[in-house]
């Protein structure tokens, strides 16, 4: 299903540029989070977002930043892109309130690829 | 939030029980094992947690050592479409992330 969506879910840039990703859910859940993936390695968490006005780093929070203009939107940025950045993002969703406190909905991912 | 290790690969038969096994010997009394599966690049997908109590839903069965020490992922019947990496992963109520390692790597073939 399209609970999670991720713009784009390809990008190819160049070293310098300034990149923003996004996420849109519709889940209504208020527990947001970006990671990112490597070749062959699982994934490792940037950045986590509890509510709108939440935002926490997490494992590889450095060269990155992230928005949470909406509940149902959550934004990740990078400032000025290195080509050790290329990698797959996903966004994901999560609601505690369901008992499953970590069951996470994840999006479709982005492919980011930095020249 | 306590580590997991898990085989690199494992091969099932089509049809077949797929048993994957996790250990996770430094468990704390209150953390959970989850486990997920990312079929090839997509979204990890949720498969089941538990604490203590062997788990059964639609997708799989969680059997959980009295210890707690290890687990073991359970597909009844196998099949091709579960072909995927499988990720064990310990986690406590008041924690705020998923620390994915490097899971198993199932095949299933006909």
């Known amino acids: 299903d399209a609970d999670v969506t991720q713009t784009p879910r390809n990008r190819i840039t160049k070293t310098g540029k300034r990149i923003m990703l996004e996420c849109s859910q519709t889940?209504?859940?208020?527990?947001m989070y970006w990671y990112r993936q490597d070749p062959g390695l699982g994934l490792r968490l940037i950045y986590y977002?509890?509510?709108?006005?939440?935002?926490n780093k997490g494992e590889i929070s450095d060269g990155y930043s992230v928005s949470r203009q909406a509940q149902a939107k959550f934004s990740l940025s990078l400032e000025s892109a290195i080509p050790n950045q290329t990698a797959l993002y996903f966004c994901?969703?999560?609601?505690?309130?369901?008992?499953?406190?970590?069951?996470?909905?994840f999006g479709p991912g982005t492919r980011l690829t930095v020249l | 939030d306590a580590k997991t290790t898990q085989p690199p690969s494992m091969d099932c038969a089509e049809g077949r029980a797929a048993n994957l096994p996790c250990n996770h010997s430094t468990i704390s009394g209150n953390e959970y094992v989850y486990w997920y599966r990312q079929i090839h690049s997509q979204g990890p997908q949720y498969i089941i947690h538990g604490l203590k109590n062997n788990e059964t839903n639609e997708m799989a069965s969680l059997i959980i050592t009295e210890d707690r020490k290890s687990s073991t992922l359970i597909l009844p019947h196998a099949t091709l479409r579960d072909t995927a990496v499988y990720y064990c992963i310990v986690s406590n109520p008041s924690g705020n992330m998923l620390t994915f390692g490097g899971g198993t790597r199932l095949m299933v073939k006909p």
């Open positions: 889940k209504g859940h208020d527990r």
């Open positions: 977002s509890f509510d709108v006005k939440d935002i």
């Open positions: 994901a969703t999560s609601d505690p309130r369901t008992g499953k406190f970590n069951e996470q909905f």
